[in-house]
């Protein structure tokens, strides 16, 4: 893992209709749920019980852009693999063993007024949709990264062209204070994009690579609002702490949804009208 630099282990099994994405670490089920966020302060990190697990975000993303909504994922280790830094390959693992096509919908958040939510200047905006789909907007007083903004449908394909393949980034000055502080130890040049004053530390994969690596951990944080978001989102200056708060906000004020139903590990939530969203599962 990036931030312990311990050897972790995955293994992701298919699950039933309405179960969920659920983490089971040390004995401990942990439903990838914005209510089981514990900390957010370089990754996105899920507890319950006690027990922790670190940067979820990237697999979750995974899941998120392939729409995969049913799977049960076995950790041994406290956080889940870096990998490259990007969701690529998790993506490529998912598509290598195929996804199922469930016969029921998945769970719909639907929304009646627009949300928005304010924290230390960052800002996010949910305008009711019948699709999701997400404006990304970064502003960096930085000269290789500036003021940006992109907007991503939920299709899957543009999903893994365009954003699973856009990796970690961090400047360069932060790596040696994170290092001080005994984070980023599993970092290397092998697992993130470094930006110096004037140059990257390697070539970019896509376009926007930061941006679209900011759209990634935004697909990963959203999904723990726990269903398929119905609004077109603009996300401006997103972090995962905003982002999970978010969820939450999603999750708490959504149609047809309500906290008896996350308590029940998403069970009974059942979309009267069909949307055309089908339930797939790994
Ligand atoms: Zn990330």
Redesign the pocket.
């Given at each position: 893992g990036i931030h312990t630099g311990k050897d972790c282990f995955v293994t992701i099994s298919p699950a039933p209709e309405n179960t969920g994405i659920i983490f089971r670490v040390d004995g401990v089920e942990i439903e990838a749920l914005h209510s089981n966020v514990v900390n957010t302060s370089r990754?996105t990190c899920l507890g319950k019980d006690g027990v922790r697990l670190d940067t979820v975000?990237?697999l979750l993303s995974a899941c998120a852009g392939l729409k995969i909504s049913n799977v049960i994922i076995d950790v041994e280790g406290p956080e889940i693999p870096i990998l490259d830094?990007s969701a690529i390959p998790w993506v490529e693992e998912l598509l290598k063993v195929g996804i199922e096509e469930m016969g029921s919908f998945c769970n719909v958040l639907r929304f009646e007024k627009t949300i928005v939510h304010q924290s230390n200047g960052s800002l996010m905006i949910a305008v009711p949709s019948e699709n999701f789909s997400l404006t990304c907007v970064i502003i960096f007083d930085h000269q290789m990264l500036g003021t940006a903004a992109e907007t991503f449908c939920e299709d899957p394909n543009d999903y893994v062209n365009m954003i699973a393949p856009a990796r970690?980034f961090a400047m360069s000055e932060e790596i040696e204070k994170l290092k001080e502080s005994g984070l980023a130890l599993g970092g290397s040049l092998d697992n993130a994009l470094v930006i110096y004053p004037d140059h990257f530390s390697s070539a970019l994969r896509v376009e926007n690579e930061c941006l679209r690596?900011k759209a990634?951990?935004l697909f990963?944080d959203l999904s723990l609002a726990g269903g398929k978001i119905c609004a077109a989102v603009t996300a401006i200056r997103p972090g995962h702490k905003v982002n999970t708060e978010f969820a939450g906000i999603l999750a708490n004020n959504a149609k047809n949804y309500s906290l008896n139903d996350l308590a029940d590990g998403l069970k009974s939530v059942k979309e009267t009208e069909s949307q055309g969203v089908s339930h797939a599962r790994y």
């Open positions: 990754a975000e990237h830094g970690t690596h990634l951990d990963g």
